[in-house]
């Protein structure tokens, strides 16, 4: 399920919290692109980073929420459409346009998540 699953994934942060320079250099690639996330279905999600700390995600639905970095891992936590308290941590990975990586989504689905040019 890559739609709203994957946009979890990813890529779903814990609220609040600040973000120390090097971390927001690690994500610089993030806020100037796109995070494409890959289900195992096929299916494609798009997420985008701010520096404020919030997120905006589509797949088959909208969601946003909020994004922190604790240690060395990417937390989401959901706020819409429906609030999702439990964060969701995957990996931090540096890299910048055409970097792709494995990880499990929220619901534990393989998927492929790719930093594609653009906004």
């Keep these: ?10 890529g779903a942060a814990l609220t609040g919290g600040a ?3 090097s971390g927001l250099t690690r994500l610089e690639p993030a806020f100037r692109h796109t995070l494409q996330i890959t289900g195992s279905d096929g299916r494609v999600s798009r997420m985008w980073l701010d ?10 639905r ?3 929420g909020v994004w922190r970095i604790r240690d060395d891992e990417l937390c989401f936590t959901q706020r ?5 308290p439990i964060p969701f941590c995957t990996p931090l ?6 970097t792709r990586w494995n990880a499990r989504s929220a619901t534990g689905d393989r ?4 930093i594609v040019r653009g906004r």
């Design 111 to 114: 998927i492929v998540i790719e």
């Design 19 to 21: 973000v120390d320079d």
């Design 93 to 98: 990975v540096e890299g910048d346009v055409g």
């Design 1 to 10: 399920m890559a739609g709203l699953g994957a946009v979890l994934v990813l």
């Design 62 to 64: 909208a969601s946003s």
């Design 80 to 84: 819409r459409p429906i609030p999702i």
């Design 51 to 60: 520096r404020d700390g919030r997120y905006r995600g589509h797949g088959t």
